[in-house]
């Protein structure tokens, strides 16, 4: 059954259900939250309108997109802030929960964004992730994740969904004009969709906790 949105969500529902899918791996309701790489903010917004936390700062390192999300995401208990991924401007034990969606291929040191996450993580609290790696980047990508400071709760692999949600809106980007078509954009999702078809890449998410210490 699809997820249920409101009008105003529908044109970015490929998003929303990726950030629906990830972040529902653990209960948000009465938790701070930290998004880290959130972009637009679109992601952001709908689980602080949805989901019930207490608290959700979206943390990026581009401060025109931070304007951006400052003016359209106005809603209570939800702020944006300027900060590297590698580097999070936050005291230890600050959050219940860090989510990282579609960011981590960008970062150059991953380790050292996996060491900032279980730092700023409270004990009990999860990291809820999701990203993609070329097949070739994959052996490492595993071993950095195996060496993370945190446990692994669950992983799942998400290829065909990821496929499907493109398919659903590919439609959408057909009807767009030519020069629409031959924009950056549309070849990107083309591009990341017959690489999901056949295997080229891997998309994954994943749900890691920070265990309490007896």
Request: glycine share 8%.
């Amino acid at each position: 059954m699809a997820l249920p949105l409101a009008e105003s969500d529908e044109p970015n529902r490929y998003q929303i259900q990726l950030y629906h899918r990830v972040a529902t791996q653990v209960d948000l309701t009465g938790k701070g939250v930290l998004e880290v790489s959130c972009g637009h903010g679109g992601g952001a917004s709908y689980l602080m309108r949805t989901h019930g936390p207490a608290s959700y700062i979206g943390l990026d390192l581009n401060p025109i997109g931070l304007d951006f999300c400052r003016k359209k995401h106005q809603l209570p208990g939800l702020d944006f802030i300027e900060g590297n991924a590698e580097e999070l401007p936050f005291p230890d034990q600050s959050f219940d929960v860090v989510i990282n969606i579609e960011a981590s291929h960008c970062y150059p040191r991953f380790a050292r964004f996996l060491d900032e996450v279980a730092r700023v993580l409270r004990p009990g609290g999860h990291f809820l992730y999701a990203d993609v790696r070329r097949r070739q980047e994959i052996a490492k990508w595993e071993a950095l994740l195996r060496g993370a400071p945190m446990r692994l709760i669950a992983e799942r692999f998400i290829n065909e969904e990821v496929a499907r949600g493109i398919e659903k809106i590919y439609p959408l980007l057909l009807f767009k004009t030519a020069r629409v078509k031959a924009s950056l954009g549309f070849a990107l999702w083309v591009f990341l969709y017959r690489r999901l078809l056949n295997e080229e890449v891997s998309y994954r998410m994943y749900c890691f906790a920070k265990d309490v210490k007896e």
